[in-house]
């Protein structure tokens, strides 16, 4: 595999290279948020609160969009009193109805799934609210329904929005009581979200930069994505995301403790200590120093990243977390951990995402990717 490292600390050949402008994108994280929120005010949200709280939440929404509803429902947290569903389907579960809210969104606007949820929500009378551009088929679906409709202010390549996406929701969330101090929680995440940004700017160099650095890392390896709360479980699916459609990448994505504690086999076959006894790296006493290295066959390795949140880690998640890094360790796997820093769980959670976001970027860009040429399945419609 072919990494050019040198281009990571050259911005002109980045800036070149970056053919969707995505690293501009990226660091457009923390305005998103701000705009998304005003955007949500404006659109009137807090309309949904006025027939009290509902039986449930369900957000519709596939592909880029969907992440967002598992935003919305790891902010909310477990302690919630009204479940927040994700529903990636046609239609509507046949419990749904005027008891309940749905909240319809939409990267592109003409989701098949998407709209097909919505116009069956407003059939039901159930409340409702849509996030999408203008002028695409679910905005006219929001205005035939009367719905609170958050335009999406720009056109971006879908899997850069996500704060776009997601922070209405939050707002929506905050009109029915689900979420305190909303306005608050959402500016601490934009200046969490900034700082990142600032921190992974192209022209800061590698040594400096944390996503250059681990972007070097992943690249090459066959990273495993482990979050140690729901809110980094979100951060993971969201690492093996951006990896696919930014850099054609594949990557694990799991939590501790399950599907973790099955997927840990994986370090013990083909691409961990298997990988290490074929001559991919060291493991133990697998590593002949005498050996010639120009025999040596590239060979994929596993790399475990631990995405750690000391905030709401189980102690039994912790002492989990500590033994796989041991465990990684005695295969001969690569480990890093990144932990989630910040006070609220948005914060916490953008805290991750921003650097993710830019190392799935550089990871593209070190490998020669196009992210625009990525081979897409159009028969399938609009995933957006």
Same mark, same amino acid.
């Given at each position: 595999? &072919? ?8 911005? &002109? ?19 998103? $948020? ?33 992440? $967002? +509803?598992?935003? =919305?429902?790891?902010?909310?947290? !477990? ?13 509507? !579960?046949?419990?749904?109805? /005027? ?19 919505? %116009? %069956? ?9 849509? /996030? ?33 996406? +997601? ?31 600032? #921190? ?7 040594? /400096? &930069? ?10 090459? @390896? ?20 951006? =990896? ?7 990557? =694990? ?6 599907? *973790?504690?099955?997927?840990? @086999?994986? =370090? ?52 989990? +977390? %500590? ?21 609220? !769980? ?17 990871? *593209? ?8 040429? $990525? ?8 995933? #957006?």
């Amino acid at each position: 595999m &072919n990494v050019d490292e040198s281009l990571l600390d050259d911005s &002109n050949r980045l800036t070149e290279a970056d053919t969707l402008n995505l690293l501009p994108h990226t660091a457009s994280a923390a305005r998103q $948020a701000r705009e998304g929120w005003r955007l949500a005010q404006e659109a009137g949200v807090a309309s949904l609160g006025s027939d009290g709280r509902p039986r449930a939440i369900v957000v519709v929404g596939v592909g880029a969009s969907a992440l $967002a +509803a598992d935003v =919305l429902e790891a902010v909310v947290g !477990p302690a919630s009193p009204v479940p927040v569903i994700s529903h990636r389907r046609h239609g509507l !579960p046949g419990w749904v109805g /005027v008891a309940d809210v749905v909240l319809g969104v939409s990267a592109s606007g003409a989701s098949s799934e998407t709209c097909s949820a919505v %116009e %069956e929500a407003y059939r039901r009378g159930c409340r409702l609210a849509v /996030v999408s551009p203008p002028d695409t088929p679910l905005a006219h679906l929001a205005g035939v329904s009367r719905a609170p409709f958050v335009a999406l202010p720009e056109t971006r390549p879908a899997h850069t929005g996500l704060w776009s996406l +997601a922070v209405p929701l939050l707002a929506a969330a905050a009109a029915l009581g689900l979420v305190r101090d909303g306005g608050p929680a959402v500016e601490a995440a934009a200046v969490r979200l900034e700082e990142t940004a600032i #921190r992974c700017r192209p022209s800061s160099e590698s040594f /400096v &930069n944390p996503a250059k650095t681990l972007a070097l890392e992943l690249a090459g @390896a066959l990273p495993m994505w482990w979050g140690t709360s729901r809110l980094a479980e979100v951060a993971a699916a969201r690492a093996a995301t951006v =990896l696919a459609a930014h850099a054609w990448y594949p990557a =694990l994505a799991g939590a501790l403790p399950y599907p *973790a504690y099955d997927q840990a @086999a994986l =370090l013990g076959g083909a691409f961990g200590a298997g990988a290490a006894a074929s001559g991919g790296g060291p493991a133990g006493d697998l590593d002949d120093f005498f050996r010639d290295r120009a025999d040596d066959v590239e060979t994929t390795r596993l790399r475990l990243v631990l995405l750690r949140d000391d905030t709401s880690e189980h102690p039994e998640v912790s002492g989990a +977390a %500590e033994r796989a890094v041991a465990v990684a360790g005695g295969y001969g796997v690569g480990v890093t951990e990144l932990r989630m820093t910040g006070t609220g !769980p948005l914060e916490r959670l953008a805290s991750l995402i921003g650097l993710i976001d830019f190392a799935g970027v550089y990871v *593209a860009l070190a490998l020669g990717v196009d992210p625009s040429s $990525a081979p897409q399945l159009r028969q399938l419609g609009s995933a #957006r």
